[in-house]
């Protein structure tokens, strides 16, 4: 089976990066803008400022986006995108690092806000912050929280391999522990993805709800050892038998040829099952599925072209009306609109779907602790300790 990329390049979904042609202007770093959530100013009034400036770089873990891009330089001619696919972490650290230096190297930002990272180190910060003009505002179904931005809802989901069955061959999460699928279970590994580390972390809090699961498997109580929890037990004879990958993507790939049975990732890659990918997603299991997540589209404070900034971000979040084009390339398969005036990417409602909701702030504080859990598990995964 072809890679991903080439196997949607097929279909006339190319991804274009750079705007050919085009160039920055060096200039020197300006003050932060001030950042107004309820701003009025319109598209006509933003692309005039907006023709002045140089051309808007976003850095983006989607590439998604690159259709969002194309869009908007078709409808305000003139003004250029320049789109750097970055994933999470390294986003994270270049868009601080950038902010350290006194650089004005990106305008728009868009990554998940999953596991408290963005939130801690550029949110809470003030290296990004909300554009959210009130027009747009009144269809959002929940505004900034914590000063974080969301635009559209995914989940970190269970998926199993659609080619082998026909429907999914288990009923309870810990029955992933079983040794008939050791080398079947594909995940992402969570200090990698924010979206994993986001599920990972948050089955911490619902030990209760894994420990009663577990009785319903197993018939028996489940043992946990002095000073460990029901989320460890689970994780840490789940991992014996999963394949750790660096992204969403493998996962897809491993789902795709056959060698993995399950495998949990980003639920918007669902929509790559247009493009032949056997992706069957688990809407419900005992106890859960997966966990809600979602992507934040933010300014980053330090941008030199803000109109320009603030011109494309009114055009991904659809506009006043919603029916912008920007918006339409994050409503497919395994997405859930923020906006009550856009329906959702997906038919299943998000409330029907086993999901827990991640606690950002206890993410943050155990992120430490997190660390030398997944460091030390990973670590027997691969040497093959039990």
């Known amino acids: 089976m072809e890679p991903i990329r080439k196997r949607i390049?097929?279909?006339?979904?190319?991804?274009?990066?750079?705007?050919?042609?085009?160039?920055?202007?060096?200039?020197?770093?300006?003050?932060?803008?001030?950042?107004?959530?309820?701003?009025?100013?319109?598209?006509?009034?933003?692309y005039a400022k907006a023709l002045e400036e140089d051309v808007l770089i976003v850095y983006t873990v989607s590439t998604r986006v690159t259709a969002t891009k194309e869009a908007f330089e078709k409808a305000?001619?003139?003004?250029?995108?320049?789109?750097?696919?970055?994933?999470s972490p390294d986003l994270v650290d270049a868009v601080e690092k950038n902010h350290n230096e006194g650089l004005s190297a990106c305008?728009?930002?868009?990554?998940?806000?999953?596991?408290?990272?963005?939130?801690?180190?550029?949110?809470?910060?003030?290296?990004?912050?909300?554009?959210?003009?009130?027009?747009?505002?009144?269809?959002?179904k929940e505004p900034?929280?914590?000063?974080?931005?969301?635009?559209?809802?995914?989940a970190e989901l269970l998926f199993y391999n659609g080619d082998r069955y026909d429907a999914c061959p288990i009923d309870n999460l810990w029955a992933l522990t079983e040794e008939r699928w050791a080398g079947r279970?594909?995940?992402?590994?969570?200090?990698?993805?924010?979206s994993t580390y986001a599920f990972c972390g948050a089955t911490f809090a619902h030990g209760d709800e894994l420990a009663a699961a577990y009785r319903d498997y197993a018939g028996e109580a489940?043992?946990?050892?002095?000073?460990?929890?029901?989320?460890?037990?689970?994780?840490?004879?789940?991992?014996?038998?999963?394949?750790?990958?660096?992204?969403?993507?493998?996962?897809?790939?491993?789902?795709?040829?056959?060698?993995?049975?399950?495998g949990v990732m980003v639920s918007s890659k669902l929509r790559l099952r247009g493009v032949g990918y056997a992706l069957e997603p688990v809407w419900r299991l005992n106890p859960f599925a997966g966990c809600r997540t979602s992507f934040a589209a933010m300014l980053a404070a330090d941008a030199k072209n803000v109109?320009?900034?603030?011109?494309?971000?009114?055009?991904?979040?659809?506009?006043?009306?919603?029916?912008?084009?920007?918006?339409?390339?994050?409503?497919?398969?395994?997405?859930w609109s923020v906006r009550d005036d856009v329906p959702d990417g997906t038919e299943t409602p998000l409330e029907r779907i086993g999901?827990?909701?991640?606690?950002?702030?206890?993410?943050?504080?155990?992120?430490?602790?997190?660390?030398?859990?997944?460091?030390?598990t990973i670590r027997a995964n691969a040497t093959g300790q039990t």
């Open 9 to 46: 390049a097929a279909l006339g979904a190319a991804l274009t990066l750079l705007c050919a042609g085009c160039t920055a202007a060096t200039k020197a770093p300006e003050a932060p803008p001030a950042v107004d959530e309820t701003a009025w100013e319109t598209p006509e009034e933003l």
């Open 76 to 87: 305000y001619p003139g003004l250029c995108v320049e789109v750097r696919d970055l994933r």
């Open 107 to 140: 305008d728009v930002v868009l990554c998940n806000d999953n596991s408290g990272e963005f939130k801690a180190r550029l949110v809470d910060t003030g290296i990004v912050v909300p554009y959210l003009p009130a027009d747009i505002a009144a269809h959002w």
């Open 144 to 154: 900034a929280s914590g000063g974080v931005l969301p635009f559209v809802y995914e």
């Open 185 to 194: 279970v594909y995940m992402p590994n969570p200090l990698r993805s924010f």
């Open 222 to 262: 489940l043992a946990v050892p002095e000073g460990s929890s029901a989320a460890e037990v689970f994780w840490e004879r789940a991992a014996r038998n999963i394949m750790f990958t660096n992204s969403s993507d493998e996962v897809v790939e491993a789902l795709g040829n056959g060698s993995a049975d399950f």
């Open 307 to 335: 109109s320009c900034a603030k011109l494309f971000l009114r055009f991904l979040l659809g506009e006043a009306d919603g029916t912008g084009d920007g918006y339409r390339p994050f409503c497919t398969a395994g997405t």
């Open 355 to 376: 999901l827990i909701v991640p606690d950002q702030d206890e993410l943050i504080a155990r992120r430490a602790e997190m660390e030398r859990f997944w460091t030390e």
